[in-house]
């Protein structure tokens, strides 16, 4: 099992950035493909990006590529997420999840495949 805490988030201006991290505990970090999802309030939960085991691979969601960069750091057993040119529809709680999946490369992007969660930090983008 691994516990997964957010931190990062904050108030922002439209055109502005932030880093996210999500520390993991436990020393099975290497084991898991780590996502980041979102929520807006009234909006189901979405996929924003994923990193495999490894951090070769990443998979962003369209709405935003070019802006974010995901990436992780094994000695630390954290997980990034750098988001530039941020928007007001960036506007939401941010997740943390991590996929026991046995696969190195295939990425998923669905809430149901992720088996640990983070307790999310908002992220507030002002215009």
């Known amino acids: 099992q691994v516990q997964l805490v957010e931190s990062g988030g904050g108030l922002v201006q439209a055109g502005g950035s932030l880093r996210l991290s999500c520390a993991a505990s436990?020393?099975?970090?290497?084991?898991?493909?780590m996502g980041w999802f979102r929520q807006a309030p009234g909006k189901e939960r979405e996929f924003v990006s994923a990193?495999?085991?490894?951090?070769?691979?990443?998979t962003y969601a369209d709405s935003v590529k070019g802006r974010f960069t995901i990436s992780r750091d094994g000695a630390k057993n954290t997980v990034y997420l750098q988001m530039n040119s941020l928007k007001p529809e960036d506007t939401a709680v941010y997740y943390c999840?991590?996929?026991?999946?046995?696969?190195?490369?295939?990425?998923?992007?669905?809430?149901?495949?992720?088996?640990?969660w983070g307790q999310g930090t908002q992220v507030t983008v002002s215009s």
């Open positions: 999840a991590a996929d026991r999946t046995m696969y190195s490369r295939l990425l998923h992007t669905a809430v149901k495949e992720y088996d640990y």
């Open positions: 436990g020393r099975t970090f290497s084991s898991y493909t």
């Open positions: 990193v495999s085991k490894s951090g070769d691979f990443t």
